[in-house]
């Protein structure tokens, strides 16, 4: 079984910063992508920032957060971070947590998901 869970969000004033982590625990045998995906009340999920873990280490975000918001990952710790600078009002959503990994050799690669954490960006 895999959890992620995240944490780090919170009300922040605009211009201000946050700094969301979620851990990976559970069985893992390997992990090829994570990201960060958000949610805005009346919105579609979208991408806010992946970096592929299996190759390199790549890195691409969303053009709305370009510039302000970093995605990283401890390895040794299964934790994936996303610093977040210069929010703006817009940024407000339930931020989600997601890993494309392989749980078992004998289970297939899935799509994994925590339980998302809210981001409210007001004055």
Not at 2 to 7: D, G, R, Y
């Amino acid at each position: 079984q895999v959890q992620l869970v995240e944490s780090g969000g919170g009300l922040v004033q605009p211009g201000g910063s946050l700094r969301l982590s979620c851990v990976a625990s559970g069985s893992i045998l390997s992990i090829y992508d994570m990201a960060w995906y958000r949610q805005a009340p009346g919105k579609k999920r979208e991408l806010v920032a992946r970096i592929n873990i299996s190759s390199g280490g790549n890195t691409n975000y969303a053009e709305s957060v370009k510039g302000r918001f970093t995605i990283s990952r401890d390895n040794a710790k299964n934790t994936l971070l996303l610093q977040m600078n210069r929010l703006k009002p817009e940024d407000t959503a339930v931020y989600y947590c997601n890993a494309d990994l392989k749980s078992t050799w004998t289970t297939p690669r899935w799509d994994y998901w925590g339980q998302g954490t809210q981001v409210t960006v007001s004055s």
